[in-house]
Every structure is written in C-alpha cells, then in structure tokens.
C-alpha cells in the first residue's frame, strides 16, 4: 500500500512540475495528450509495484487481426 502510494505522488508530483508551464502557453491538445500518458504510466507503475501479472498486449493485436485475418481469407480464398 505505501509503494502505490509513494507512485501516485511521483506521478502528481510530475504533472504538478509540468502542467502549469503547457498551460501558460495555451496547449490543451498537449496537456490532454500528457495527461493520458502519465496516468497510463503511473497506473502501469502501480501494477508492477503491486507485482500484478498483467496480460501481453499481444492478446489485443491478435483479437484485432483474427477476425481482419479471416475476412481477408475468405475475401481471396485463402
């Protein structure tokens, strides 16, 4: 519990630093874009500290592919 929580102020403690120069200089599309990846990062970090087992990305790509895999297949007569 106290490595998720020293993580999460990591992560604040970053986003604190950074955020209110792109936002004196009007970037939104930026910030929004920052924020998404730091909350991925941070929520990623928390899950190894946690030593969760986390699923490959593979599995998304191949749940993707199989389906385009197949229709293509048919499509050409593979």
Known sequence: M???IIVICIG???AVKDLPGLYRKR???DM???ILMLGLGTWLSVLAVKLE???SPL???EMIY???NTFVS???GF
């Open 2 to 4: 106290l490595a998720t």
């Open 12 to 14: 604040l403690a970053i």
């Open 27 to 29: 970037r939104f599309k």
């Open 32 to 34: 929004l874009v920052y």
């Open 53 to 55: 087992v986390t699923p």
């Open 59 to 61: 599995i998304l790509i």
């Open 66 to 68: 199989n389906p385009i």
């Open 74 to 76: 048919h499509l050409f």
